[in-house]
């Protein structure tokens, strides 16, 4: 499993997800590849569907499924809806989601 927390340099989320991640990895007794990814302009920010910092993809899927299919990629920060309001990091439970799912998937990979 591979995990990527994309972020631009002075986020001031970046390192709450990248430790988010890696408190749920540990929780789940799951084992993946964190990456940081920096995306330093416009640029490379379309190139890589950066929807703002941080965004977080496991196996290349962001955690956030309503976001997958989303274009609108920038140099902005990123927020995530909560309990009805905006926060600077996806919830918990929406990183685990994606990571348990990312799970199944490679197992029923694994069988094929």
Same mark, same amino acid.
Request: net charge neutral; proline share 4%.
């Given at each position: 499993?591979?995990?990527?927390?994309?972020?631009?340099?002075?986020?001031?989320?970046?390192?709450?997800? @990248?430790?988010?991640? $890696?408190?749920?990895? +540990?929780?789940?007794? &799951?084992?993946?590849?964190? !990456?940081? /990814? =920096? @995306?330093?302009?416009? $640029?490379?920010?379309? +190139?890589?569907?950066? &929807?703002?910092?941080?965004? !977080?993809? /496991? =196996?290349?899927?962001?955690?956030?499924?309503?976001? +997958?299919?989303?274009?609108?990629?920038?140099?902005?920060?990123?927020?995530?809806?909560?309990?009805?309001?905006?926060?600077?990091?996806?919830?918990?439970?929406?990183?685990?989601?994606?990571?348990?799912?990312?799970?199944?998937?490679?197992?029923?990979?694994?069988?094929?």
């Amino acid at each position: 499993m591979k995990v990527e927390v994309f972020y631009f340099e002075g986020c001031p989320n970046h390192q709450a997800a @990248v430790q988010r991640v $890696k408190e749920i990895l +540990r929780e789940e007794g &799951l084992a993946a590849e964190v !990456i940081e /990814v =920096n @995306v330093p302009d416009q $640029k490379t920010a379309t +190139r890589l569907g950066f &929807l703002g910092s941080p965004t !977080i993809r /496991v =196996n290349g899927l962001d955690v956030e499924p309503s976001a +997958r299919s989303c274009r609108d990629a920038g140099m902005t920060c990123r927020t995530y809806v909560e309990h009805g309001r905006r926060v600077g990091l996806p919830s918990r439970n929406l990183v685990r989601t994606a990571l348990k799912q990312a799970q199944v998937d490679a197992s029923g990979a694994d069988q094929s």
